[in-house]
Structure formats: structure tokens, C-alpha cells
């Protein structure tokens, strides 16, 4: 089956430590994307990637690191820089196509203890 | 910058009645699309419907039905029979049509919470 996984489904990290989260999507596209999600906040972008080794920021970048070496993947990396770590993380894909949507992974919730 | 807007927190219905959540947006562009994403407890995030800006004809999926109004700037989501399955964080989205594909990001609103009455 075609789709995105993201794991860890929990991740639980002491303060201060950096923590990588995987993306990896099997549909073919090109395109990637980081979300996060807080309470009340709606999704705001992280990062997103349009090519392999490709990557721009999106307008939360502080804090957050990616790469993009393969086509299937776009792992996070939060450090400790980013202030506010706790949250629930999306990653999602896109086809080419402007009438195309994104499709998301099922999310990985970090927490920062 | 484009926002979206969405001023119901929350919102409730009895199972089998109809609901409208509402949206408004603020942009200056005139080509872009507007979505409307389901995200149930499991906080899966599931595409509902999709409307592209320049036809007029409002979108329709099964129960659901959008009223779009361009000059208005107002996307609001209509669910038809709702159903137990219905309930759910709703999310309206835009994204620009101008610009690289890949580089066209969604700007979500804030979310309604949808809750069901049996």
C-alpha cells in the first residue's frame, strides 16, 4: 500500500537534547513537507523540500534542521534550540500538479520532559 | 501574507441534522484553492473536499458541500446527515495557485471542533 509512515507514534526526550523525527513516503513525489500542530494553532509549516537535496524554510524554521538525501525521505531534526519543543508533528507529500493535494502521515507526538 | 480564519471553536449537531462550519480568508491573490481537512481522533489528516478558486461551481463530496464565495472571500463547509463518523477537528486551508508546485504551502485555520449527538 501506497502512503506515508512517520515513527516514532510517541517520542519523549529530555530538555536539552536534539531528537530526529522520520518521514518516509512511497507514493513517488516530489514534494515534502514538516508541520506542526499545537492547540488552538491550526498546522504551521516547518520546512518543506521540493527536489531531493533541496530545502526551504517555512515560517517556524528556528529550532528544526532537515535533509533531504532520498526522494522517500525528509527526516526532522528538533534541536535544542527550538524553545518550545512539545508537540504534535506532520509530515506530509505531494504530486506534481497544481490541482493536487498534500497527503499527511499519521503524526508524531514529541514531549519534552 | 494570506490568513485564514475560522470563529467557531466549536460546534455541535444532532446525528442525521445538517451543519455549516464556517471559513474566511484574506488574500489579495485571484487563482488558489481552498481545502477542507478532516482530523479525527486518531489525528490522521483527511482531505474532505476541494474547491479551485476561478470556477464558480461550489464542490461537492457525498455529504459534503461547500458555499465558496470569492468576493466575500468565505469558504464555508455544509455536512449533510451527519453522522457519528463525522466528529472531528476540521480545518480549512489555502494554498496559492502562483509560484513552484512544490513551494505552494497550505495555510490552515485554526480548526472547528466537530462534535455529533446521538
Known amino acids: 500500500d501506497g502512503g506515508i509512515t512517520q515513527s516514532p507514534k510517541y517520542l519523549f526526550r529530555k530538555e536539552g537534547q536534539n531528537v530526529t523525527l522520520s518521514c518516509e513516503q512511497n507514493?513517488?513525489?516530489?514534494?515534502m513537507y514538516w508541520y506542526r500542530q499545537d492547540p488552538g494553532q491550526g498546522l504551521r509549516l516547518i520546512y518543506y523540500?521540493?527536489?531531493?537535496?533541496?530545502?526551504q524554510k517555512g515560517d517556524i524554521a528556528e529550532g528544526y534542521s532537515v535533509s533531504r538525501e532520498k526522494k522517500e525521505s525528509f527526516p526532522l531534526t528538533v534541536t535544542s534550540a527550538q524553545k518550545n519543543p512539545t508537540a504534535f508533528y506532520l509530515c506530509?507529500?505531494?504530486?506534481?500538479?497544481?490541482?493536487?493535494?498534500?497527503?499527511f502521515g499519521p503524526g508524531t507526538r514529541l514531549t519534552v520532559l | 501574507a494570506q490568513t485564514v480564519t475560522q470563529s467557531q471553536p466549536e460546534m455541535s449537531v444532532q446525528e442525521a441534522e445538517t451543519v455549516t462550519l464556517s471559513c474566511t480568508y484574506d488574500t489579495s491573490e485571484s487563482d488558489y484553492y481552498l481545502f477542507w481537512y478532516k482530523q479525527p481522533p486518531s489525528r490522521q489528516m483527511i482531505l474532505v473536499i476541494r474547491?479551485?478558486?476561478?470556477?464558480?461551481q461550489n464542490a461537492t463530496e457525498n455529504r459534503f458541500s461547500v458555499n465558496f464565495q470569492k468576493a466575500a472571500k468565505s469558504f464555508s463547509l455544509k455536512i449533510s446527515d451527519s453522522q457519528l463518523g463525522d466528529a472531528a477537528m476540521y480545518f480549512c486551508?489555502?494554498?496559492?495557485?502562483?509560484?513552484?508546485?512544490?513551494?505552494?504551502?497550505?495555510?490552515f485555520g485554526q480548526g472547528t471542533r466537530l462534535t455529533i449527538n446521538p
Open positions: 486551508a489555502y494554498r496559492s495557485a502562483y509560484g513552484r508546485q512544490g513551494a505552494q504551502k497550505l495555510v
Open positions: 474547491q479551485e478558486a476561478y470556477k464558480q
Open positions: 507514493l513517488n513525489h516530489d514534494a
Open positions: 506530509a507529500s505531494r504530486e506534481r500538479g497544481a490541482y493536487n493535494e498534500q497527503f
Open positions: 523540500s521540493q527536489i531531493v537535496n533541496d530545502f
